[in-house]
């Protein structure tokens, strides 16, 4: 039998949100919400196999129930807008998976599914209906299943009247009659007084219905009876109200809903737009996951010949006379981490001709002229991610130097929000001959195999002969955005800095490590047994199942909220319930133990290089849409510095130099200092002028108190808004900071653009300006396109208005610490000095240091952080020394 899915959009996405932790892709799109619609709508798919399937969406915020009642629905609160920007997604992700949705003015999802559903079983369709909403159980039927949303929106809870009969001892239409009497909070929907669902129950069974009960209230005694009597329009209200519209004027036939599978050509872009990695996994789309194309027959399609050559030792002479014509190059490896990557092999290319050289070709005696040229800084090289490609020819012997042009660093400039910037793509989007991705040539997985030579040649000289073809569209376009200074001077001199930092590395005492991990392993066991002393039994603590009985059903906690466990135990939850029980403290201070112990004492333990004794990390300059650089193999950037055991991380890195120093210098307050010099205003130049206490002084005019009148709550609450006013917060965000409500937030959040008019001014000049000219750009002319900024969709324009205001901000302050980051390169050059620096982490810079050039160090790191760009009000680093990482902070 044909099998009809109905899903209460609305009800589902904002379940996913609540249960979902916070999710944002590297374009700053809230995702959360999203991801677990998705997840659990392939989970439906995949159990029910529904020939046809539709989500339905409430059209907006007044229906026909409206009319009789304006205050429906008035007691809810204005949708969070980390999740309001999340509904276009939705519905866009939909499209792209081929899921047909439907929303219609006047009309809620409810109204919308009930009628579906009615429609569905008069047509023969067994009917499935997904959502959060009891209220939906009144269309349940012998061919009409409704399933409830649990714990979170993991797990559903199928309901037929069997199920309503055994649960209530009521008939499917009888919900109605249940919610006339006891109401709704959630929809404003009064219900009477004091009756609540098991005094509604009591009376359903005893008289059947509402108008039952309301006739015959002589026979009931007490308040009861008065609040029946004196409320019983309101109980009649309140069941029509309740009361599923199936007459809904759909204008719809069942085959715009049949489901033949997803759209793989529009699924897999926006999967990657997304960044639903595990989901693209899990799928298993051959474009995403690759079928392995060994054989090369796909690949070979629709190409433009190329001419290759693969070189032998007796061939190398051909090559080497045509070093000077070689106008790109692409070097092919394997693995995610360059540092351990397998090279595959390399081709360089003239305009016409191509050469391919196996690794051990290319490592040979006779390769020797190759490898100068390599190594040749006068020698401009070009091509796709040279950066990887450093890092890979180093980890084989073989030096590289002269990177003049990379395009995966220019197409990141050009549009840093796209996600897609595979040479595949890049040549679709500059309009070259298809590029097979190496998914298809390759394979992936279990499946990679490396072809046969010349099908593998032709694949490599495929894509050197598309960087080559890139390569002047690109620098015209840097040009034409006036972002040939960024890219030349800036970004890709940045990129060989960072490589030479990365093969430095980073010495980790590893003695200090295992015992920082005896430490907290001590630490963790005496945390476990207080625990389970406290709640007088043992168990698993690491099960949020377990732990969530022991809190709320043995010490009766109050319940915040629940998830796919029953109850929901992460962070946020147990930091609202801290004050109520101590076993509370102990809980949070062994989880996080534990993941210090996981994360960075083992897993530091698994990336120390055995012949270097270091780690070395892999900077990305091509991932975070605001320009700030990403670490990977390990991420340095997210050692906790917030606690003290989280702090002593930082004691295991040490220099890799007997009797040097660890150096530290830190920007203080950067995006704040851009901000007030963006913005012109007065009040925030003031303080950075004369060098005063910067959240202080927000609290002393936000609260209009003087400085000795700060406490440190209004300090606190101060330092929240500032770092929200950058990052673009909400009255929802900031209530969850602050642990206020959002009303509580919102006016603070006035109270500050009150008191920073200048601030507020910038934000509303900044939004016309991306509204006028589509994108916004930072002091040094980076650019974040904002295609959605001209959206009639309110969610969207309102997320790319928040972005428009803070990526100016963010972006400055990570072109500044690049900046440093070069002049810091051409200081230790022009002054001889034997001091490396190692590591970039958000707004510091870290050295090792010989003794003899510590107290030079000392001054000219912070002076040259201070003069990286001049701004109207100064720019401060902080400098600190120590023999490891932690005594330099």
Same mark, same amino acid.
């Not at 249960?19 to 159990?47: C, D, K």
């Not at 008069?122 to 714990?151: I, N, P, Y």
């Not at 890219?487 to 590395?505: H, N, T, V, W």
């Not at 200090?512 to 709640?535: D, N, T």
């Given at each position: ?203 359903? *069974? ?24 004196? *409320? ?383 780690? *070395? ?41 007997? +009797? ?34 910067? *959240? ?27 770092? +929200? ?165």
């Amino acid at each position: 039998m044909d099998k009809l899915i109905l899903i209460d959009g609305n009800s589902v996405i904002y379940r996913a949100f609540f249960a979902m932790p916070p999710l944002t892709n590297s374009s700053g799109l809230h995702t959360n919400a999203v991801y677990g619609f998705t997840n659990m709508m392939l989970r439906l798919i995949q159990e029910q196999k529904p020939t046809h399937l539709l989500v339905a969406f409430d059209a907006g915020k007044q229906t026909f129930r409206h009319e009789g009642y304006q205050e429906y629905k008035g007691g809810r609160e204005k949708t969070p807008p980390e999740l309001s920007e999340q509904f276009p997604l939705l519905r866009e992700l939909l499209e792209s998976f081929g899921i047909s949705w439907f929303e219609l003015a006047g009309y809620e999802a409810d109204d919308i599914i009930g009628t579906l559903s009615r429609l569905g079983e008069e047509s023969g369709l067994e009917v499935l209906v997904v959502t959060g909403d009891k209220d939906m159980l009144q269309v349940v039927s012998d061919k009409v299943t409704v399933a409830l949303t649990r714990k979170g929106i993991s797990e559903v809870e199928p309901y037929g009247p069997k199920e309503i009969e055994e649960k209530y001892g009521l008939t499917p239409l009888q919900i109605i009659d249940l919610k006339g009497l006891m109401g709704d909070a959630s929809d404003n929907i009064p219900g009477v007084p004091g009756i609540g669902e098991k005094t509604a129950l009591k009376l359903l *069974h005893q008289f059947g219905s509402v108008e039952e009960v309301l006739a015959r209230t002589d026979e009931l005694k007490g308040k009861m009876k008065e609040n029946l009597v004196n *409320h019983a329009e309101d109980a009649v209200m309140s069941k029509r109200l309740a009361t599923i519209h199936r007459e809904v004027p759909i204008d719809r036939a069942w085959d715009t809903m049949t489901f033949n599978g997803f759209k793989e050509e529009t699924a897999v872009p926006m999967l990657r737009k997304l960044e639903f990695k595990s989901l693209l996994e899990r799928l298993n789309f051959s474009g995403s996951e690759g079928d392995g194309q060994a054989d090369g027959t796909a690949a070979e399609a629709s190409q433009v010949q190329v001419d290759v050559t693969i070189v032998e030792s007796a061939s190398l002479k051909e090559l080497e006379a045509v070093l000077p014509e070689i106008a790109g190059l692409h070097v092919e490896s394997r693995g995610d981490n360059p540092h351990q990557a397998e090279l595959l092999g390399m081709v360089l290319s003239t305009k016409e001709r191509h050469f391919f050289l196996q690794p051990e070709v290319l490592k040979s005696e006779e390769a020797e002229a190759v490898r100068a040229w390599l190594a040749d800084e006068q020698a401009p090289k070009r091509g796709y991610d040279l950066h990887r490609a450093d890092l890979t020819l180093f980890w084989h012997g073989i030096p590289f130097a002269g990177a003049e042009f990379d395009i995966q660093l220019a197409a990141y400039l050009l549009d840093p929000t796209e996600s897609d910037q595979t040479l595949s793509a890049l040549s679709a989007k500059y309009n070259l001959a298809p590029l097979p991705s190496d998914d298809e040539v390759l394979g992936k997985g279990a499946k990679f195999k490396v072809p046969d030579l010349e099908i593998f040649s032709t694949h490599l000289a495929r894509k050197s002969a598309a960087a080559i073809s890139i390569v002047p569209e690109q620098r015209a376009a840097l040009e034409q955005n006036e972002m040939h200074k960024l890219f030349y001077e800036l970004e890709m001199p940045l990129s060989r800095i960072l490589a030479d930092m990365e093969k430095q590395g980073v010495a980790v005492d590893r003695e200090s490590l295992m015992q920082l991990g005896q430490e907290f392993e001590a630490q963790i066991a005496k945390l476990v047994s207080q625990i389970y002393e406290i709640a007088g039994i043992e168990f698993n603590l690491n099960s949020p199942k377990q732990l969530g009985e022991i809190l709320f059903d043995k010490l009766g906690l109050p319940v915040i909220k629940k998830t796919k466990t029953g109850y929901s135990t992460d962070a946020e939850v147990l930091e609202k319930l801290a004050p109520y029980h101590e076993i509370v403290q102990y809980i949070l201070e062994y989880r996080q133990l534990a993941k210090l112990q996981s994360t960075y004492v083992e897993g530091l333990l698994k990336e120390i290089r055995s012949e270097t004794g270091k780690v *070395h990390t892999y900077f990305r300059q091509t991932i975070a849409a605001t320009g700030r650089l990403s670490s990977q193999f390990p991420n340095l950037q997210n050692i906790p510095i917030r606690m003290e055991e989280g702090r002593k991380i930082r004691k295991v890195f040490v220099p890799s130099e007997e +009797g040097w120093y660890i150096l530290g210098a830190d920007y203080s307050q950067i995006e704040l200092r851009v901000l007030a010099h963006i913005s012109g205003d007065k009040g925030l130049q003031e303080a950075f002028l004369h060098d005063m206490d910067i *959240h202080t002084k927000t609290a002393m005019d936000v609260f209009r108190v003087s400085s000795d009148q700060v406490d440190a709550n209004m300090r606190r609450s101060a330092k929240a808004v500032n770092f +929200g006013i950058v990052y673009g917060i909400s009255d929802y965000g900031l209530s969850q900071n602050l642990n206020i409500t959002r009303k509580e937030a919102a006016r603070f959040i006035d109270q500050y653009f009150d008191a920073f008019q200048g601030v507020r001014k910038y934000m509303d000049d900044i939004v016309r300006d991306a509204k006028r000219d589509g994108y916004v750009k930072t002091l040094l002319e980076r650019r974040r396109y904002l295609p959605e900024i001209n959206a009639s969709n309110f969610n969207l324009r309102s997320f790319a208005e928040r972005t428009a205001m803070n990526t100016p901000i963010q972006g400055t302050a990570a072109d500044i610490i690049k900046l440093a980051m070069v002049l810091m390169d051409t200081a230790l050059s022009s002054h001889g000095l034997k001091s490396r620096m190692l590591l970039q982490v958000h707004d510091e810079l870290v050295f090792e240091v010989p003794p003899e050039e510590l107290e030079l160090m000392s001054k000219l790191v912070p002076e040259t952080m201070e003069k990286a760009l001049k701004l109207s009000v100064p720019l401060k680093a902080e400098v600190s020394s120590g023999w490891n990482w932690y005594e330099a902070k």
